[in-house]
């Protein structure tokens, strides 16, 4: 009698910056390293062996090590064994496609599911010539990034000629939102191609009740959480509580707290502080453990998300799965998130005295806000858990799988 139980698969993983063990908070470490350690264990969950390549950055690390129970992590060396920022890793690209390639000629996965543009580079030289299934998932866009920074986008100039080259060279790629998918096929990439699955959260770790930080002074508290880069529109929820009083801001993300003062992004916070007259009720926490995040959330009364782009946004999820209401910008990701005037608010980006104006209703109205809180909790229970997400991405990797069969079997 045939089986009915999916075979299991063995899968690579492909983060060549944003490894699953890395301290988050940094320029460099966010959303993408929660993505990627959360959706490899809750496809390990569902009983699939998951191989994490991403760069070794570090002489000390080990050259294989244990994520949790079906998960490796494999640090590839490609480069110096030191930090580099991202946008400086291209160079050492196709040594780290040369290992990927070397490693899967012995230990060939079911199927390659890169992260990032330079991984999805790195991953299509390796499966070139190979009848390896190769998905792909961008997390970020040069094109967008370009059209919002410009002149200080810090990106190599190649970066959205190889993008397209990866998303035409790939069996599928895997976009988080609507609005990637428009992005994609304006770079000739076919809307037919691109399967969404979105980001995830999980909806025990971040949950409404539960310890909460306590509160200070001021009547109500506002959170602003995540990497202390300009595009996240920190300044801008600086800007607003100028004009909402007795409020507080709590802004969490960052270098290490002892490291606050030489941080040029908080020194430059901290100017805006000044100017809005709030100084004195902006205050930085710096990079926080994983643990602290949702006992943050807890003790917010709103939640502010009002980033100038978002590819897709991990932040809002985790708001939401506390109960916590929130004010986005209207982009990327978050259009698809944050339903608005369901479970929060949608804004345009770069604009504090609307954002504050916004905030204020929901601060004056803490029946709207426990409403909202209610509704994102069941909008994260019914589409974004880890669970679906990863039962979404076995989904497209089963129909890449058999899609190929017949070519591998070709002689």
């Not at 045939?2 to 983060?15: C, E, K, N, R, Y």
């Not at 994609?184 to 909806?203: H, S």
């Not at 030489?262 to 000044?274: F, G, H, I, K, Q």
């Not at 007259?277 to 709103?302: C, E, K, N």
């Amino acid at each position: 009698m045939t089986s009915l139980t999916p075979v299991p698969l063995s899968i690579a993983m492909v983060s060549e910056h944003a490894s699953p063990l890395a301290t988050l908070g940094g320029v460099d470490a966010g959303g993408q390293n929660v993505h990627v350690a959360q959706l490899a264990g809750a496809l390990a969950d569902r009983g699939h062996r998951v191989t994490v390549y991403t760069r070794r950055d570090d002489t000390g690390l080990p050259v294989v090590a244990p994520l949790r129970d079906g998960v490796l992590v494999h640090h590839v060396p490609a480069g110096p064994p030191e930090q580099l920022p991202k946008d400086e890793l291209l160079p050492y690209m196709r040594a780290f496609g040369r290992h990927l390639s070397e490693q899967w000629q012995t230990d060939t996965p079911d199927v390659v599911h890169s992260h990032f543009w330079m991984s999805g580079l790195a991953s299509l030289w390796a499966t070139q010539g190979t009848a390896i299934p190769f998905l792909h998932t961008y997390h970020a866009l040069g094109t967008v990034k370009r059209r919002h920074q410009g002149a200080a986008d810090t990106s190599p100039p190649t970066r959205i000629a190889h993008e397209t080259d990866v998303g035409m060279g790939c069996d599928r790629v895997l976009a988080t939102c609507r609005d990637e998918v428009e992005e994609l096929a304006a770079m000739g990439i076919p809307r037919d191609k691109a399967d969404i699955v979105p980001c995830g959260v999980d909806p025990v770790v971040f949950r409404p009740d539960g310890p909460a930080v306590a509160r200070g002074p001021r009547r109500y508290r506002l959170l602003h959480l995540g990497r202390l880069v300009p595009r996240k529109g920190a300044a801008v929820s600086v800007a607003a509580l100028g004009r909402l009083p007795d409020t507080e801001l709590v802004v969490a993300g960052g270098p290490p707290p002892g490291q606050l003062d030489a941080d040029p992004e908080v020194r430059r916070l901290r100017a805006v502080a000044e100017d809005a007259g709030v100084a004195d009720r902006v205050r930085f926490t710096g990079a926080v453990p994983p643990t602290m995040v949702p006992v943050l959330m807890r003790g917010a009364d709103v939640v502010l998300c009002p980033a100038d782009y978002e590819p897709f946004g991990i932040v809002p999820l985790e708001a939401m799965a506390c109960g916590r209401p929130l004010v986005a910008s209207a982009v990327g990701g978050q259009l698809d998130s944050v339903a608005d005037g369901v479970n929060g608010r949608l804004v345009p980006p770069g604009n504090a005295p609307l954002l504050a104006a916004t905030v204020r209703q929901l601060l004056a109205d803490p029946a709207l806000r426990s409403e909202y809180g209610r509704a994102g909790r069941r909008r994260v229970l019914e589409r974004f858990t880890w669970a679906r997400v990863a039962a979404a991405t076995e989904e497209s990797y089963r129909s890449v799988v058999a899609a190929r069969a017949p070519m591998a079997a070709t002689p």
